[in-house]
């Protein structure tokens, strides 16, 4: 019998791990099973080829102090690094950070395995 997530119903949900001073603009669309840890900002851009609100697809980890802003999506299964600045889209399976943000990987599954999987719950 493997692990279960007590805090997560069947159908998914978000997880806030040490949910301090998280910033999400009310527009924001998350999708199913993401974690978001403190000090996040999920943030609107109001003029400019970005503007909008982030868009997270399901199965994001977003790490301290990440910073995703304006009309950007996040594909499935992507982690976003501690303290990432990311203005532009990531694509599935992509591990970022840095400031901007870039693509340091496009094989995010070592990411899910293991004792990863039990703290995120996927």
């Known amino acids: 019998m493997g692990f ?6 069947k159908w998914g949900g978000i997880r806030f791990r040490h949910h301090s001073c ?3 603009n009310g527009s924001v669309i998350i999708g199913k ?3 978001l840890h403190q000090g996040v900002t999920l943030g609107k851009s109001f003029a400019g080829e970005k503007a909008g609100d982030p868009i997270l697809s399901d199965n994001v980890v977003v790490f301290a102090g990440a ?3 304006g009309n950007v ?8 690094g501690a303290n990432a600045v990311v203005i532009n889209d990531v694509p599935d399976f992509c ?3 840095g400031v901007p943000a870039k693509i340091i990987s496009h094989d995010s599954t070592k990411c899910f395995e293991g ?8």
């Open 22 to 24: 998280i910033v999400m």
């Open 73 to 80: 999506h996040i594909g499935s299964h992507v982690v976003v």
């Open 4 to 9: 279960k997530c007590p805090l997560v119903p």
């Open 33 to 35: 099973n993401c974690t």
């Open 67 to 69: 910073k995703i802003i």
């Open 115 to 122: 004792i990863w999987k039990n703290v995120h719950c996927f």
């Open 95 to 97: 591990v970022v950070a």
